[in-house]
């Protein structure tokens, strides 16, 4: 998972080269939804971090790729314990609307490689296991210009 985030860092750096280039990155809440089926105890939410850069094809059109960490979740049924993350590299198109002056609409799409790791454990014995996934992508928010260059922007992302 190194190489991808590897690239990804380094596209990111060389679109703040440009002039119509942007990065971003944001930190929040996720809820994710593994099969929680026999176990006493599923936490299914924690923090999750996004970096994404994009390059605006005109004023509201942007093609964007991002990382996405989504956190773990937590799963427990004495005296097994287990855990489940996952990630996902995205790329697809951004659509901007001016609602104000100082503020813009956003709308994301696009498609997702999910990788799921999980494990679980019960004393000296243990069991893991990754699967990955293509799958689509769409979120909505709304930034608000600071400056020229920087901007405050709130937004929901779903990945099924």
């Known amino acids: 998972m190194k190489k991808p985030l590897?690239?990804?860092?380094?596209?990111?750096?060389?679109?703040?080269?440009l002039a119509q280039?942007?990065?971003?990155?944001?930190?929040?809440?996720?809820?994710?939804?593994?099969n929680c089926g026999g176990w006493s105890s599923c936490?299914?939410?924690?923090?999750?971090?996004?970096?994404?850069?994009?390059?605006k094809l005109s004023k509201e059109w942007a093609?964007?790729?991002?990382?996405t960490d989504f956190g773990s979740v937590s799963l427990?049924?004495?005296?097994?314990?287990?855990?489940?993350s996952a990630t996902a590299?995205?790329?697809?198109?951004?659509?901007f609307l001016p609602l104000a002056p100082k503020l813009t609409g956003i709308a994301r799409f696009g498609l997702a490689s999910v990788d799921a790791d999980y494990s679980a454990s019960a004393g000296p014995f243990g069991s893991s296991g990754s699967e990955s996934s293509i799958e689509p992508?769409?979120?909505?928010?709304?930034a608000?210009?600071?400056?020229?260059?920087?901007s405050l922007t709130g937004s929901f992302d779903y990945m099924n």
């Open 6 to 17: 590897l690239a990804l860092c380094t596209l990111l750096a060389c679109s703040s080269a």
């Open 21 to 34: 280039g942007y990065v971003g990155a944001s930190l929040g809440l996720t809820q994710q939804d593994p």
């Open 43 to 55: 936490d299914k939410s924690d923090t999750g971090l996004k970096i994404y850069g994009g390059y």
């Open 63 to 67: 093609l964007e790729l991002a990382y």
């Open 76 to 84: 427990r049924s004495s005296p097994v314990s287990g855990s489940y």
């Open 89 to 95: 590299l995205s790329a697809g198109g951004a659509f």
């Open 137 to 142: 992508y769409f979120g909505l928010g709304a």
């Open 144 to 150: 608000y210009t600071l400056t020229p260059t920087l």
